[in-house]
């Protein structure tokens, strides 16, 4: 209303002045004709006022006077005009003092003064509009921990906005300009109110937690040059609309969870400085239209899907001074990257690069930075590479297969400050001339072929603080030079072959060293003086030749964190107080881990512990020539989380002050001669995960109370002692355990029905006991039990026929019981099988034949006088009966008529079944020999042995990489292929993603879970060492080329990740949502069984089936809408995304394929494909179906499919209450896999059975 009254202002004034544009009484003649013209004359009095507002103006003769009122501010326009009888005397003043206007003047002035006034009063308007923007924003935020925006942002009479935390004003217009609220922890989502901030000309919500999709509106915030939005839950496509931001210079969306490709309206940001999309999903490639970027300078787009080549065309944005493509599938770096003559910083890291680097990017002069590290990349490195990178400051070349000499020339890179080449296959030996990089600080050359001695030239490195040479082949002395770089943080020489001994005083020129790591070479002599080594973190020496006494000096070395000396021929010097390290091991408060296993230490234990400090963690004292009994004072050691006093000769009780090591998580006491009872209050250690007693003489009974370690215990191992009660009910409550050895006591009783309660249990040995009575039936719930001994104890009755449930039993050993009765058919379903003992029992009647007892031999029976069977078991052949056939003619009629078509059904439904069990099965079992060789137990992986496993976990062993970390095959010292999992533990969550899978992997154990053979656990490393498996990923065999799937193999994929998620859901009292599932996460073995992998975001539910979940962690296009949207996480969310992948499966189209965009997703795309009684062409992938007329079961594949995809979208209901549970898609599954083999089966077996009663008769 108010700006209308100044266009009628405006208006008013222009009818005045052609009103009066011929006036009468004139005289037109020169001067006069110009004065004909209308002059007015504007005197303009502007008062501003606060308060209410006045009345109007009356207009007087001979003036027009103008005069608005409004609550804050009085404008008059005053002004004096001709009329018909002459001059007014004000004007004739005016005329004459030179303030006389022309019309256009008027005009002129007019305009400006009403624009001026206009924006005064939109300022005072706007200025309203612009808090009602940032308090509709307020509202939208669900979540302030800080409690900013709460007590800071108040719409008040008094508030000034431009006060505001975060908010910023213009000085001329008074109205926002920018806003940050950058780490303020915010969650919530941005209304389109956000886009009323018209002057906005900054934008900043790093580090916060807003999510859902950026709305269009913003699009009209013209002004934007800067739009930071890093490191929030932002989804979906990147709008479009950012390419009408024409003034845009910095584009910053890195760190969220936007998917796609980048819209091709971002090309034509004109003014784009830099564009950072980095830590996304994005995918694609990179077009040839960012060359029109022209002004682009930085380009950071690390850690996406974008994959082929880099276009040739970046080699045109002259303008770049920093690339960083790290962790994406580039394949190709273009030679004209070369031209880019301003280039400071380039990175292409974790890509798949091969080939050689093109020659162009050594040369390219202003390069300070080149990152390229884990590629496949190939060649040598010039030998003139510095005199064309006379900047490089860092050289990264890590994980490649580059090859031949170190550049003989590297001294002239004069300003090199980290050259890392490791894990190559450079040769030869370290150049000595290296010595003259005197700027570096870092030279990483670990896990190549280099030979020779350490070069003594490197000690003048005088800035270097990381030198790492491990992993190669070095031989000779350690030169004593390194030992007088004063800067040195780091010196890392394990696993090469060095000799020598170590300089008497090394600690004396390296005052800066944290870090000295000798391991697994051949040095002697005794340990040096290192006191003055003052700032030592981490000492490890273990596995060398090293003698003498450990020497005292080393509790000078008060930050130190770890010591390892194990495996060497250390013992302790006692002759003096002085002398004995014992007497001074408190002043190492720091002190977490401490390795002396494998050296004759020759003390007892008591004085050991007398000085321990209270900051250990890790004591490690086995094979250690130890003796005496445990001192009750090692309760104070009270942050010790393992304790392993193992094969030493202690002896005496188990002290019960134990049971104080609140934090202990593994007790190793084991092959000792440890007596007494087993104290109770071990049962206080809440946290205990493997206690080990084994091989000792404790008697008395099994304490009953191990049951309250219900959530905590995995391995229990009470093996060969005098143990002599039953074994307690509670102990079959622990079910979470995974390894139990009873074996070799004196335990009597019967082995309770409540065994099968320990779902996730893999060995349970109880052998050499006095057990008795029947196998209990209900064993066969320990689906994933590999090995079962009840060998040589006193058992009757029969095999359990349930013990074909087994299905992942490789070892079993009944023998030298009094069973009897046959060997149950059912074990011929035991594919996995490798190991069969059933000797010295009373078992009777044929042997089987099928499945595993092909490869057994005779000593898998030996005296059991009743068995018959084939004659290379050694035992009596089986009788056969004569079966007599009908010859008359008559009889064969009557029997075609009346009999066939009952048989025939019989058959088809027998038949149907036996296929069902056959396809499970899915392979001819392999041949092995009978011997006993339990494989892929729980044992403990050093990280050395995974270095060796993984040749120094080199590129070529690497399987992929993840969020948390990367995958490497690895082949254990007893030839066990494995999958070694190494955690990223400078990323944010890694310690906690390792932790947590570890924990998850530890209690879960199933067919079709990937089983965890071991963990391994420093303070610098982490890793899960995991079943291998051979196939690969789902997602493998989907989209790689000449890889293909049947319907039926899809089929049993299917079935089998449906069970695994049944069992995690299902399978405890306590639901486990896996909240990752997608088919890079099914793996495969030999036999095409699937196995889902990747619990490192898993979420243990305590006490029901959902929560909220702070962290986003599920893949977008398999995550439900409700984590998506609010964060919530339920085993309804696991099903969502099985339904996802079931449609991946069969459509072989992934769910964030660019055609799914807009309002078309894929469920809708699904949907909208299925008709009553079929699936429309084009939807399923063109490898399943073939032709009617080619695929005599093409009527069968394309009958199950629309079940199979309405199964899927039953489980992809938007609402998590409307979808089904995973145990009812198990069932439908089965149904529909069940009739497809029916159908397939059907026609083949009427023919042939047909065909087979005509020849018969």
Known sequence: MKAWKFYQLWHDLERFLAKNRGSKGRDRSGKEEEAAVVRLGLVLSIGVECGSGYGGEKVTEGALSFKFSFPSLRVAFWGVVYNSEGYSQEFQNMERSGFLLSRTSLLVYSVIYMVNLTVALATKTNITTDQSALIALKAHITSDPQNILTTNWSATKTSNICNWVGVTCGVHHLRVTALNLSFMGLTGIIPPHLANLSFLVSLTLRNNSFHGNLPQELAALRRLKLISFGFNNFMGIIPAWFGHLSKLQTLGLYGNQFSGSIPNAIYNLSALQVLDLSNNQLSGSIPREIVKLTKLKGIYLAYNNFEGKIPREIGNLTTLVEIYLDNNNFKEIPNEMGSLDKLENLFVQFNTLKGTIPVALFNMSSLTSLALHLNNLNGSIPDNVCQHLPRIQLLDLTDNKFSGPLPSKLWQCREMQVLALSSNKFSGSIPKNIGNLTQITQLHLELNNLTGAIPPEIGGLQSLEVFVVYGNNLNGLIPSTIFNMSMIRTISLGLNQLSGSLPANIGVGVPNLEKFVLPENQVSGVIPNLSNASKLTHLDMGRNSFTGFIPSTLCALTNLQVLGLEMNTLTIDISTPEANILSCLANLRNLAAMYLTGNPLNVTVPVFFENLSTSLQDLRLALCNMRGEIPSEI???????????????????????????????????????????????????????????????????????????????????????????????????????????????????????????????????????????????????????????????????????????????????????????????????????????????????????????????????????????????????????????????????????????????????????????????????????????????????????????????????????????????????????????????????????????????????????????????????????????????????????????????????????????????????????????????????????????????????????????????????????????????????????????????????????????????????????????????????????????????????????????????????????????????????????????????????????????????
């Open 635 to 1257: 309760s104070n050691l009270s942050s010790l989380a393992a304790l392993d006093l193992g094969y030493n000769h202690l002896s005496g009780p188990i002290p019960a002050s134990l049971g104080r090591l609140r934090n202990l998580q593994g007790l190793y006491l084991d092959e000792n001669k440890l007596q007494g009872y087993i104290p109770y209050e071990i049962c206080q250690l809440e946290n205990l995960v493997d206690l080990f007693l084994g091989v000792n003489q404790l008697f008395g009974s099994i304490p009953p109370c191990l049951g309250n370690l219900a959530t905590s215990l995995r391995s229990l191992s009470l093996e060969s002692n005098l143990l002599n009660s039953t074994i307690p009910s509670t102990l079959w409550e622990v079910a979470f355990i995974l390894h139990i050895n009873l074996s070799s006591n004196s335990l009597t009783g019967s082995l309770s029905g409540d065994t099968g309660k320990l779902k996730v249990v893999t060995d349970m040995d109880f052998s050499n006991n006095n057990l008795s009575g029947r196998i209990p039936s209900n064993i066969k719930g320990l689906k994933d039990l590999v090995n079962l001994s009840l060998a040589n104890n006193n058992f009757q009755g029969p095999i359990p026929s349930s013990f074909g449930d087994l299905v992942s039993l490789e070892i079993l050993d009944l023998s030298k019981n009094n069973l009897s009765g046959v060997i149950p058919k059912s074990l011929e379903r035991l594919l996995h099988l490798k190991y069969l003992n059933l000797s010295s029992n009373r078992l009777q009647g044929e042997v089987p034949t099928g499945g595993p007892f092909e490869n057994f031999s005779a000593q898998s029976f030996l005296s059991n006088d009743a068995l018959c069977g084939a004659p290379r078991l050694n035992i009596s052949p089986c009788k056969s009966s004569t079966k007599h056939k009908p010859h008359s003619r008559k009889v064969g009629l009557f029997i075609l008529k009346y009999i066939i078509p009952g048989i025939i059904s019989a058959i088809l439904l027998a038949v149907s079944i036996s296929m069902l069990i056959l396809h499970k099965k899915r392979s001819v079992p392999v041949v092995i020999e009978a011997t006993l060789s339990p494989q892929l137990l729980w044992r403990r992986v050093s990280h050395l042995e995974l270095l060796r496993a993984t040749n120094g976990f080199n590129e070529r062993n690497l399987l992929g990489s993840g969020g948390f970390g990367s995958v490497y095959k690895g082949t254990l010292s007893d030839g066990i292929d494995v999958a070694v999992k190494v955690f990223k533990l400078q990323l944010e969550g890694g310690f906690k993603s390792f932790d947590r899978e570890c924990e998850m992997l530890s209690k879960i154990r199933h067919r079709n879970l990937i089983k965890v053979i071991s963990c391994c656990s420093q303070t610098d490393f982490k890793a899960l060492v995991l079943n291998y498996m051979p196939n690969g990923s789902l997602e493998k065999w989907l989209y790689t080329e000449n890889s293909s799937l049947s319907i039926l193999q899809r089929m049993n994929i299917m079935v089998d990740v449906s069970l695994a998620l049944e069992y995690l859901h299902h399978g405890y009292s306590i639901p486990i949502v896996h909240c990752d599932l997608k088919p890079s996460n099914i793996l495969l073995d030999d036999d095409m069984v699937a196995h889902v992998a990747d619990f490192g975001i898993a979420k243990l539910l305590g006490g029901g089936d959902s929560m909220t979940q702070t962290m986003t962690l599920a893949t977008v296009g398999y995550m439900a809408p409700e984590y998506g949207m609010e964060g919530i996480v339920s085993t309804r969310g696991d099903v969502y995304s099985f339904g996802i992948v079931v449609m991946e499966t069969f459509t072989r189209r992934k769910p964030t394929d660019e055609m799914f965009v807009g309002e078309m997703n894929f469920k809708q795309w699904i949907t909208k494909s299925l008709l009553p009684d079929a699936i429309k062409d084009g939807v399923v992938d063109d490898n399943l179906l073939g032709t009617e007329q080619d695929d005599d079961d093409f009527v069968s594949k394309r009958d199950c499919l629309p079940s199979i995809m309405r199964l899927a979208l039953a489980c992809c209901a938007e609402s998590p209450e409307e979808r089904i549970s995973m145990k009812e898609a198990v069932a439908t599954l089965k149904k529909i896999k069940t009739k497809f083999l029916k159908d397939v089966a059907g026609g083949a077996l009427l023919m042939n059975s047909m065909t087979y009663m005509f020849h018969a008769l």
